[in-house]
């Protein structure tokens, strides 16, 4: 078995095992080469090895690679702060960030048992995140369902916050029909849509201020 480094070595016969099976894998091009392909395989082998599960699914396919990483905690979290009528946030998903080749989705909720001293405002929690390579329908409909696999009862969010990106809002509206309809945007990514559609009218400076 070849390494590149110290690192690279197996920490047992278990690891050595999965090591030497992913490497007969063949990669789609665009997670090809040596430091992707190592990440991949680190991935990879933390979905098999690990005993408290974090990372839930991979897939990778030849024009996508999708990374699902969710904890227990974060899952049952999810669905106690969001599903009840009694006492719901609103859950934030928000495709904000790039991690190298990929995009990064993370899901952020509110955990109303808690309330900050200073603001009193209840503290916003990371939830599952989604590290993909293409942002479209399939791609957040598939990390949506993957999280109701996980936990059936996360298909009754009751409310959900996105900046507006198409692709995402229809794929709430396949996997959280309850959210569907009490979606709300971003207020910084509508106010942003909001100034660039001002200028195109031909506003700008104070008079777009105003507005």
Do not use: W
């Not at 048992?113 to 293409?134: A, C, E």
């Not at 999280?147 to 298909?155: A, F, N, S």
């Amino acid at each position: 078995m070849k390494v590149g480094c110290l690192s690279e070595i197996p920490r047992g016969p278990r690891q050595g095992y999965y090591r030497k099976q992913l490497q007969k894998v063949s990669l789609p091009s665009h997670v090809q080469g040596g430091e992707k392909k190592d990440e991949l395989f680190e991935v990879l082998l933390k979905l098999k090895t690990d005993k408290q599960p974090f990372v839930r699914k991979v897939s990778v396919e030849k024009e996508n690679t999708t990374i699902v990483i969710a904890s227990d905690d974060q899952l049952n979290n999810l669905m106690k702060f969001s599903t009840s009528e009694i006492d719901f946030c609103t859950v934030q998903i928000d495709p904000t960030f790039r991690l190298g080749p990929y995009e990064c989705t993370p899901i952020s909720y509110r955990n109303l048992m808690l309330k900050r001293k200073r603001t009193r405002k209840n503290p916003l929690r990371l939830g599952p995140v989604l590290i993909h390579y293409r942002k479209d329908h399939n791609t957040y409909s598939g990390f949506l369902q993957a999280l109701i696999d996980l936990k059936p009862g996360l298909q009754g969010v009751l409310s959900t916050g996105t900046d507006g990106e198409q692709a995402l809002v229809n794929a709430i509206e396949d996997k959280l029909p309850n959210a569907h309809n009490r979606s709300l945007r971003c207020f910084r990514h509508l106010q942003d849509n909001f100034k660039r559609a001002l200028t195109s009218y031909g506003m700008a400076g104070m008079q777009r201020y105003l507005m």
